[in-house]
Every structure is written in structure tokens, then in C-alpha cells.
């Protein structure tokens, strides 16, 4: 797609400046090219190329099964879309956890094959040593606490995260500790409000909520989700803008009725 050079493009810096300027930031998942156009056109910040595509797209029950390939096929899709958004890359499950080398190298894979702009990993201290290696290469690196969906099989729910005291005190200590190794935000997923909030006046980067209250420095939905598409996830924190399965339904209903009666197509609708 051609370039068009008046587009400000939204840079890690300019993330960062949001949050000292107290104006909020704006993040969506996308996974291919045709809704990453449009939600680039509507002017969000940052595109999650989010490994939620393992559910949405792909129709499995958890985020694991993805794999790097299938994440660097959705992440070309939408960098082909997109003009101005920062565009985030998940690391998938398996391509990171315990071996910083391995780290690296998926990282390296999605930057030079996808042409994304930075990757997002779930964790705190724990995967330390691959975010600094990750970091020392020069790519930005996007932190996630709180439900972290990659290691569902440990939490064995999806409930809210950190309402108890030990784990509220790791958090906000992780959350430190990814500030201090050099991450540029922090996704926080399903805490309680309180928390995110003493989380976001603790550390100087943003923070990116879901599921977390009105307190980070941005917000985050699944576009599918939001728009309604996936029309049984209903949680609590999900604003639903439209009801997309319900009107593409109605749609292709009236499609099937036009085909069988011959309505479609009419004499305008062909050569
Ligand atoms: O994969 C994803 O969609 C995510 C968001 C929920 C933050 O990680």
C-alpha cells in the first residue's frame, strides 16, 4: 500500500509522552489486513497483533496453541494495512518462557519477517534475562501482569488476578521491575481497580488496561469482542460497541434468501 507521508506515525516515544501529558492511550487487537485498516484509519494508538488470534481467529480454547509462524503471518497482515499505529507482536507460548537466547531469536524472526515494531511478553521477574536480551538488540518491549492467559493451566481460571496481598505485592513489584529492565509499557489484565491504579502512579511508563479499571494510562479490548463478533465472551469489563454476529448473520440470512428466490443477482447486477 502506497505511503502516505503526512501521517504522523506513532512511535514508543510518543507512547511514552502521552502518559506525561495525562492524555490516554488507545489499543486494539488486529489480526489481518482488512480490520487492521480500518481501525488504523480510525486513528488507534497502538495495534496488539495480540495471541488471543489463537482464539479468535483460530478457534482454539487458550492462547497456547499458536505458534511463531502463524503470529508473524497475522503481524505481516496487518503491517500491510497500517499507516500510523505502533504495531506490538505477542510472543507466543513456547518461544520465549526460560531460555533467553530462544527469546531473542523469535523476537528477531517477528521484527525482520513482519516488519512490526515491538514485541509483548507475558511475566515478571521471572523472564528477566529475556527481556534484557530482547531489549539489547534495540527492540521495544511491551510488559503483560496480571491474568497472563499463557500460563492459564497454573491459575486454572480466568477470575481476577492479585485480589489477594502477596500476589497485589509481586505485582506491583514486577511491575517496577519491568519499568526498571527498560520495557516501554505494561499491559495489566483483570486486577482490581485499586491496584492498577497504584500501579500507574508507581512507574513512569504507561500502563494498559484491561479488565482493570479506569486508572492506567490506556485501554485495551479484543476488536472482536468489542464489536461483537464473538458473541459469548461477556465479562464484566467489556463494552460491546456493536453486535456485529447478530447484524452479519441478518445479513448473510437475507443473502441465502435472495440466492434461493432468485432475487439476487437482478439485471443491474451482471453483464
Ligand atoms: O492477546 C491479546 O489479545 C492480549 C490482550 C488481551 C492484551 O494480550
Known sequence: ????????????????????KGEKISMLTAYDYS??????????????????????????????PITL?????HAQSVVRAVQRALIVVDLPFGSYQGNSTKALSS??????????????????????????????AGVPVMGHLGLTPQSIYKFGTYTVRAKEEAEAKKLIEDSKALEEMGCFAIVLEKIPA???????????????GIGAGPH??????VTHDLLGITKDFQPRFLRRYLELFDAIKA???????????????????QY
Open 35 to 64: 480490520m487492521a485498516r480500518i481501525l488504523d484509519a480510525a486513528g488507534i494508538d497502538i495495534l496488539l497483533v495480540g495471541d488471543s488470534a489463537s482464539n479468535v481467529m483460530a478457534g482454539h480454547e487458550t492462547t497456547l
Open 107 to 136: 523476537t528477531i524472526k517477528i521484527m525482520k519477517e513482519s516488519g512490526a515494531h515491538a514485541v509483548k511478553l507475558e511475566g515478571g521477574v521471572e523472564i528477566e534475562e529475556s527481556v534484557r536480551r530482547i531489549l539489547s
Open 1 to 20: 500500500m502506497s505511503v502516505n507521508k503526512e501521517v504522523k506515525k506513532v512511535t514508543t516515544h510518543i507512547i511514552q509522552a502521552m502518559k506525561s
Open 194 to 208: 485499586i491496584l492498577a491504579k497504584q500501579v500507574s502512579e508507581n512507574i513512569t511508563i504507561p500502563t494498559i
Open 69 to 73: 509462524d502463524q503470529m508473524i503471518y
Open 251 to 269: 445479513a448473510v440470512e437475507q443473502y441465502i434468501t435472495d440466492v434461493k428466490s432468485r432475487d439476487f443477482p437482478n439485471e443491474k447486477e
Open 216 to 221: 492506567t494510562d490506556g485501554q485495551v479490548l
